[in-house]
């Protein structure tokens, strides 16, 4: 072998060894997970941006949604506690610090120049430092699941609601045996069938019905839906053989917005029952063009006068700009411009707690799809498919 070919054949060898050391160096702990499965799932986890502030994971161990719904477990650090003891090798001595709060704009509307139907969805919440004044950015995760039985999805997760900031799965310190809990996190997502769902924020007390059904919390909700529901109607008929429990799920009251692919939209609120204190009614809203669009007001005639009823200020003016650009366009989009309306209701981050957009996705319904924008980079999307 001649002296350049030996030369660089050690360089190489060399450059090998030093990347595996390197890919063993940053490789983070996962404490309390010895399974080869679930150990091989979580590393399988890809950063699709390069900075580790959009992430990719293919869940494909058994996360145990029926034993979950049949707990009756809604609060969200006592889920996340459950959660652990399902799909944990080992146990935490103490419990996981999980939350929830998103701001949000939704809308859903016809495919301008096709029979597609497709569902827009901004997804806003300020993270703070513990200065409370500077702002963190977060993680997002798109999250593949495929349960056995069950309905395939792609859904969003925020990582910083777990614990997971900007970088985390490469810094070669943070466990990430929390991400076992990945899909009891999502807050918006779409299945095979072409249902789409996502959660909004409210201020009001949170909602605790009591009729003597089987209890549910709000993201357990989500994972229910995109797991079983085929439809709008479906996903309806479903939330009504629950009892609603949002007490524990961040700080706010929430609603959900949802569509399918044959056209049907639906917000589901809970509200006041003019006795208790606490929101306890549900409420099905559909059917009219004026709610094909939603931000953080109820839009139940029963809410008025309260802290985010109609008269509330609280995302009125992204609501106002959804409402015309939908009513000016006959209440039908092509695909681009349901991308520049999330971007024209999009949020820089202020004091608000409900502002700065993480994400901002753009379901196509018929073609199960997502468009997906982070932190309002609208130069650069990222396109998935439910396969």
């Not at 652990?84 to 509307?109: H, R, T």
């Not at 004026?290 to 109820?298: D, Q």
Request: proline share 3%; net charge negative; with cysteine.
């Amino acid at each position: 072998m001649k002296r350049y070919q030996i030369i660089v054949a050690l360089a190489l060898a060399g450059l090998i060894v030093s990347c595996g050391k390197e890919e063993e160096k940053i490789k983070n702990p996962a404490k309390y997970i010895t399974d080869k499965d679930k150990l091989d799932m979580l590393y399988s986890m890809k950063d699709l941006d390069g900075k580790g502030r959009l992430y990719e994971l293919d869940y494909t161990v058994d996360y145990k949604l029926d034993q979950v719904l049949k707990s009756n477990i809604t609060d969200t650090e006592n889920l996340f506690k459950y959660v652990a003891y399902l799909l944990y090798d080992e146990l935490p001595g103490q419990k996981n610090s999980v939350s929830i709060d998103p701001g949000c704009s939704v809308f859903a509307v016809p495919e301008s120049g096709s029979k597609n139907y497709i569902m827009g969805r901004n997804y806003d919440y300020r993270h703070f430092n513990s200065d409370k004044t500077s702002y963190v950015p977060t993680s997002a995760i798109l999250v593949r699941t495929a349960p056995k039985g069950g309905k395939k999805s792609i859904s969003m997760v925020d990582g910083l609601n777990m614990g997971f900031g900007q970088g985390f799965f490469s810094n070669g310190t943070q466990d990430i045996s929390l991400l076992m809990g990945l899909p009891y996190a999502a807050l918006d997502g779409i299945n095979e069938d072409g249902f789409a769902i996502g959660v909004l924020a409210l201020s009001e007390k949170q909602t605790n019905q009591q009729t003597g059904k089987p209890r549910i919390g709000t993201t357990v909700a989500i994972r229910m839906l995109l797991d079983k529901a085929s439809t709008v109607k479906e996903a309806i008929e479903m939330l009504k053989n629950y009892d609603m429990d949002m007490r524990g799920s961040g700080r706010s009251n929430y609603h959900y917005f949802m569509a399918d692919a044959t056209g049907d939209y639906a917000i589901v609120e809970y509200t006041l029952d003019g006795k208790s204190d606490e929101p306890c009614v549900m409420e099905v809203f559909s059917a009219n063009d004026t709610l094909r669009c939603v931000t953080n007001f109820y839009v139940s005639p029963t809410m008025v006068g309260t802290t985010d009823g109609w008269g509330s200020s609280h995302g009125k003016d992204r609501y106002e700009t959804l409402r015309s650009t939908l009513l000016e366009n006959k209440y039908s989009l092509s695909a681009d411009k349901g991308m520049k309306l999330l971007e024209a209701v999009a949020q820089a981050p202020t004091e608000e707690l409900t502002s700065q957009t993480q994400w901002s996705s753009l379901y196509n319904l018929s073609e199960k799809t997502l468009r997906l924008a982070i932190l309002r980079e609208f130069g650069k999307e990222y396109k998935f498919r439910v396969e």
